[in-house]
């Protein structure tokens, strides 16, 4: 059956195509709205399609379809309103767009797919390759677009270094059933192709000789906590959660959880520097273990004047 509702709805993508080509008199706004019709139906199969062998294939057919629609004219301005599980970025600049989305295999594998666009009247697209399970040295490793570090981005910040402008990538990584990750990449956009990773984090404790300086920032941390990596422009920072190590779950071995602390960087002179703590306030007085009424002897342990009454005997 699920197979049948799914042949179906590649049908309905198809006629979607057939009309796409049929329709030479539309405006480049009518074809990318006919495009985003298709879009929409695959973007809702790869993530809540039951079988993988049908996500996989709608996820096919958005990559297709999503490359064919970027070749229209004037497409980058297209907003694509209706991917709600498709992540779609421009930095402040609007010098480029990035897609991404995310592919549930299984309990412990998450693909990732995603693309580059260019704000250039002929369509400059960069494909992004996953290939994280690659990667040697994810925290000091320079990757190229064919090999990515997958993830599905939620926020996107620029900063301008001697180098020149730079991106940062706030991403999340499904990774496996037990953890999941958080990453902040590194985006260059370069004269041939962009990268992904460079040296601008920065950090310094009382035990080191010498700074330690990374490409890319991960956290690592349990599947059933929820962890904090983002830009704060309250404080004007890159703010994280900071982990410590336990013993989790039957069969998930030791793992980190936040500790309800945090920790962040803090952007000087072209570079992140390290803030071992974000929030130094000192109480004034120790948590109370249980309510207590203090100098309020007419209210009760909520705050509230007693009713008058006689008192029982």
Not at 38 to 65: H, P, Q, W, Y
Not at 171 to 196: A, Q
Not at 250 to 263: A, I, L, N
Request: negative net charge; hydrophobic residues 40%; contains cysteine.
């Amino acid at each position: 059956m699920r197979k049948i509702i799914f042949t179906l709805l590649l049908s309905c993508a198809g006629f979607f195509a057939q009309a796409q080509t049929a329709a030479d008199t539309l405006t480049p706004q009518a074809h990318l709205k006919t495009y985003e019709d298709t879009l929409a139906l695959m973007a809702f199969l790869v993530v809540n399609d039951s079988l993988s062998e049908n996500r996989f294939g709608a996820c096919k057919k958005l990559i297709t379809t999503l490359v064919a629609a970027l070749k229209t004219s004037d497409s980058f301005h297209y907003p694509f309103e209706r991917l709600k599980s498709v992540s779609i970025l421009y930095p402040p600049d609007s010098t480029f767009r990035v897609f991404t989305w995310q592919l549930y295999v299984d309990k412990d594998d998450y693909r990732y797919y995603g693309a580059i666009q260019m704000n250039s009247p002929e369509l400059k697209l960069f494909p992004l390759i996953d290939r994280s399970f690659e990667v040697n040295d994810a925290e000091h490793d320079i990757l190229s677009p064919d090999k990515w570090y997958g993830s599905l981005y939620y926020n996107i910040r620029q900063f301008d270094t001697a180098q020149g402008r730079m991106y940062l990538l706030f991403g999340y990584d499904g990774f496996t059933f037990f953890n999941k990750r958080k990453l902040v990449d590194v985006l260059t956009i370069g004269p041939e192709k962009p990268t992904f990773g460079a040296p601008v984090f920065v950090k310094m404790d009382s035990t080191m000789e010498v700074p330690a300086v990374s490409s890319r920032l991960l956290m690592e941390y349990s599947a059933e906590a929820s962890c904090r990596m983002n830009f704060d422009e309250t404080y004007d920072m890159l703010i994280f959660d900071h982990l410590l190590q336990m013993g989790g779950t039957y069969g998930q071995g030791m793992t980190m959880v936040p500790d309800g602390s945090y920790e962040g960087y803090r952007f000087e002179n072209g570079q992140w520097h390290w803030v071992e703590k974000v929030w130094t306030d000192v109480m004034e007085d120790a948590p109370r273990p249980e309510p207590v009424l203090d100098n309020r002897s007419g209210k009760d342990v909520f705050g509230k004047e007693k009713k008058k009454g006689k008192s029982r005997p």
